[in-house]
């Protein structure tokens, strides 16, 4: 990726930059590079560079082979992924998080690659039972379908109880953390800012922190300081900010988005209006936490050990 494409792009910091290879955690890592176009206009170039990386990759390799493909995306890197499957002669599991259901299966071309790779997967992993219902929806569904969520691990330093604010009822500045890169259109930084003004028309002083490129624990700090967290994409998986903001002990208010209706209090999840919106984080700032069960309890689902267990559960059943 020329620099220049990089900087227009949020989340592609840094990839104009990868090494061909280089060693994370005494793990040696390989970066076969491929072609693509913004928007994949073309996408049969995409794939017929993809799947010619299949001898590259094989002679890094060398004499090593695979038990199992773990191909943690699908569009474009699944064409690379079921060619060297089937010169092992091993299965591939393909993962999908959001983009590959939610926005390339309503690209042209790309749609007609990604339900070839749902179809042909050994395994198909999705993030959460939203996609899994898309992807067993789909003409052709796939041998296999799972659902294991991503993994929230928060550590015990940075875990707080959500307990209703301490500040002063509107007499005190309040902080909004909106956990995302404002440049990236999805996230709706507008309605977030939207929304600050509706509590600025009600009497609070409002302040609203935004999260670009930086460390997990930065990003935990973020968590911490804040009032509340606000969410207002127009496509989330998860989103796994929400459920690490809880765990951090900052309330979170949020369009119906994703699957945070499964696990946050009906008064934070709200219709796209700012003064809905609004409604939620006054309520929010009021309550705190009142549910019957805890929250480490409502996300026990994405727990470290449940995640790890399902995981090993799944490959194992397929090398049997």
Same mark, same amino acid.
């Given at each position: 990726?020329?620099?220049?494409?990089?900087?227009?792009?949020? #989340?592609?910091?840094?990839?104009?930059?990868?090494?061909?290879?280089?060693?994370?955690?005494?793990?040696?890592?390989?970066?076969?590079?491929?072609?693509?176009?913004?928007?994949?206009?073309?996408?049969?170039?995409?794939?017929?560079?993809?799947?010619?990386?299949?001898?590259?990759?094989?002679?890094? @390799?060398?004499?090593?082979?695979?038990?199992?493909?773990?191909?943690? #995306?699908?569009?474009?890197?699944?064409?690379?992924?079921?060619?060297?499957?089937?010169?092992?002669?091993?299965?591939?599991?393909?993962?999908?998080?959001?983009?590959?259901?939610?926005?390339?299966?309503?690209?042209?071309?790309?749609?007609?690659?990604?339900?070839?790779?749902?179809?042909?997967?050994?395994?198909?992993?999705?993030? #959460?039972?939203?996609?899994?219902?898309?992807?067993?929806?789909?003409?052709?569904?796939?041998?296999?379908?799972?659902? +294991?969520?991503?993994?929230?691990?928060?550590?015990?330093?940075?875990?707080?109880? +959500?307990?209703?604010?301490?500040?002063?009822?509107?007499?005190?500045?309040?902080?909004?953390?909106?956990?995302?890169?404002?440049?990236?259109?999805?996230?709706?930084?507008?309605?977030?800012?939207?929304?600050?003004?509706?509590?600025?028309?009600?009497?609070?002083?409002?302040?609203?922190?935004?999260?670009?490129?930086?460390?997990?624990?930065?990003?935990?700090?973020?968590?911490?300081?804040?009032?509340?967290?606000?969410?207002?994409?127009?496509?989330?998986?998860?989103?796994?900010?929400?459920?690490?903001?809880?765990?951090?002990?900052?309330?979170?208010?949020?369009?119906?988005?994703?699957?945070?209706?499964?696990? @946050?209090?009906?008064?934070?999840?709200?219709?796209?209006?700012?003064?809905?919106?609004?409604?939620?984080?006054?309520?929010?700032?009021?309550?705190?936490?009142?549910?019957? #069960?805890?929250?480490?309890?409502?996300?026990?689902?994405?727990?470290?050990?449940?995640?790890?267990?399902?995981?090993?559960? @799944?490959?194992?059943?397929?090398?049997?």
């Amino acid at each position: 990726m020329p620099r220049y494409a990089e900087a227009r792009r949020s #989340t592609m910091m840094g990839v104009a930059k990868a090494p061909k290879r280089w060693l994370h955690n005494e793990t040696d890592i390989l970066v076969p590079r491929f072609f693509a176009l913004p928007d994949h206009p073309y996408p049969r170039l995409t794939v017929s560079s993809v799947r010619r990386k299949a001898a590259w990759v094989e002679k890094q @390799l060398g004499n090593w082979r695979p038990e199992i493909i773990l191909c943690h #995306t699908l569009w474009p890197v699944a064409n690379l992924a079921q060619r060297l499957a089937t010169r092992w002669s091993v299965p591939w599991v393909g993962v999908v998080h959001g983009y590959d259901l939610d926005v390339g299966l309503g690209l042209k071309g790309v749609e007609s690659n990604i339900s070839a790779s749902v179809a042909s997967c050994d395994l198909l992993v999705c993030a #959460t039972d939203r996609l899994a219902t898309i992807a067993g929806g789909l003409p052709s569904p796939p041998k296999r379908l799972a659902t +294991v969520p991503c993994v929230t691990a928060i550590h015990k330093e940075w875990r707080r109880r +959500v307990a209703p604010m301490k500040k002063a009822w509107k007499k005190e500045p309040i902080d909004i953390l909106f956990p995302a890169d404002p440049r990236r259109p999805e996230k709706r930084h507008l309605l977030a800012l939207q929304t600050g003004e509706a509590l600025e028309q009600r009497g609070w002083m409002v302040g609203i922190t935004s999260l670009r490129h930086q460390p997990r624990d930065i990003v935990y700090d973020r968590m911490l300081t804040a009032d509340v967290t606000l969410i207002t994409s127009t496509r989330e998986a998860g989103p796994l900010v929400a459920r690490e903001s809880l765990l951090c002990g900052t309330p979170v208010v949020s369009v119906d988005i994703g699957e945070v209706s499964n696990y @946050l209090p009906d008064e934070w999840v709200c219709i796209e209006d700012p003064e809905a919106l609004a409604d939620g984080i006054e309520a929010a700032l009021r309550a705190g936490w009142t549910e019957d #069960t805890t929250v480490e309890e409502r996300l026990a689902f994405a727990s470290k050990e449940t995640v790890s267990q399902g995981w090993s559960e @799944l490959l194992a059943s397929l090398v049997a």
